[in-house]
């Protein structure tokens, strides 16, 4: 009754199902087994439902009373032996059964223990990410603010000059040559200012990428912050079991 479960927990009618089914072929009913014919669910759900599982089966049947025919008394020995066996053997499967039960939940809480570390790594690379990205936003900051400021200076000292030069020029003469001279020299002086302009524009997308680019790292690292959080709730809860299980014994 193989079910696709993957990524997703079983239900308690999953499991008394699967009980049933691998006791009534001669199985033993153990988490690991559970989980193969479920094909998948994580083993502190299976052991929490197969534990209900059992309980609603009911406690073994009380022990019948040794009565002693008087012919056999001198078999005593070797009778008494065998009813202790067989007395004892409920009792002894059951035991074998919560020691396999429990070494399940410690492989599953190893398995969540190496998760844990993967997810703690990852968070660490992705901050060192994060940190390097907001050093290269502050860079490219500071490189815009230094080429606004070179052609802010740029700019004053061109419009100077040329404000200069027309006023010499026109103060010579008003000759057409002179005016055609000011007005290439004019030309000129906007064609580099837009040149400029472009690239300042140029500078500033690219920090608007590189700031989207930093947030979406920080979303990411609250991510795995809160996966990471999960991961050690669920540890916690497969320990308390498993400290449960152990005073069982």
Do not use: C, F
């Given at each position: 009754m193989k079910t696709d479960t993957?990524?997703?927990?079983?239900?308690?009618?999953d499991v008394?199902?699967?009980?049933?089914?691998?006791?009534?072929?001669g199985a033993a009913?153990?988490?690991?087994a559970v989980r193969a014919a479920l094909g998948g669910g994580t083993a502190s759900t299976i052991h929490a439902h197969l534990a209900a599982w059992r309980a609603a089966k009911g406690a073994p049947e009380a022990l019948p009373e040794a009565v002693l025919p008087p012919t056999l008394l001198a078999e005593l020995s070797r009778w008494a032996q065998g009813y202790a066996e067989t007395a004892g053997a409920g009792l002894r499967e059951a035991?074998?059964?919560?020691?396999?039960?429990?070494?399940?939940?410690?492989?599953s809480g190893e398995q969540l223990q190496g998760e844990r570390d993967a997810l703690s790594a990852e968070v660490a690379e992705a901050g060192a990410a994060r940190v390097q990205a907001q050093l290269v936003a502050d860079e490219r900051s500071e490189e815009i603010d230094r080429l606004n400021a070179e052609l802010r200076n740029a700019r004053q000292v061109a419009a100077d000059a040329l404000v200069g030069k027309a006023k010499d020029q026109l103060a010579i003469d008003g000759?057409?040559?002179?005016?055609?001279?000011?007005?290439?020299?004019?030309?000129r002086?906007?064609?580099?200012t837009a040149a400029d302009s472009d690239a300042r524009l140029a500078a500033q997308m690219e920090l608007v990428g590189i700031k989207t680019e930093r947030d979406n790292l920080a979303q990411e690292v609250q991510d795995l912050r809160t996966q990471l959080d999960a991961s050690r709730s669920e540890r916690s809860n497969l320990?308390?079991?498993?400290?449960?299980?152990?005073?069982r014994k």
């Amino acid at each position: 009754m193989k079910t696709d479960t993957a990524g997703l927990d079983v239900t308690r009618d999953d499991v008394i199902a699967a009980a049933d089914t691998l006791q009534q072929d001669g199985a033993a009913v153990t988490i690991e087994a559970v989980r193969a014919a479920l094909g998948g669910g994580t083993a502190s759900t299976i052991h929490a439902h197969l534990a209900a599982w059992r309980a609603a089966k009911g406690a073994p049947e009380a022990l019948p009373e040794a009565v002693l025919p008087p012919t056999l008394l001198a078999e005593l020995s070797r009778w008494a032996q065998g009813y202790a066996e067989t007395a004892g053997a409920g009792l002894r499967e059951a035991l074998a059964q919560a020691e396999s039960d429990a070494a399940a939940l410690v492989q599953s809480g190893e398995q969540l223990q190496g998760e844990r570390d993967a997810l703690s790594a990852e968070v660490a690379e992705a901050g060192a990410a994060r940190v390097q990205a907001q050093l290269v936003a502050d860079e490219r900051s500071e490189e815009i603010d230094r080429l606004n400021a070179e052609l802010r200076n740029a700019r004053q000292v061109a419009a100077d000059a040329l404000v200069g030069k027309a006023k010499d020029q026109l103060a010579i003469d008003g000759k057409d040559a002179q005016l055609a001279e000011l007005r290439q020299q004019i030309e000129r002086y906007v064609g580099s200012t837009a040149a400029d302009s472009d690239a300042r524009l140029a500078a500033q997308m690219e920090l608007v990428g590189i700031k989207t680019e930093r947030d979406n790292l920080a979303q990411e690292v609250q991510d795995l912050r809160t996966q990471l959080d999960a991961s050690r709730s669920e540890r916690s809860n497969l320990r308390a079991e498993l400290e449960v299980l152990r005073n069982r014994k």
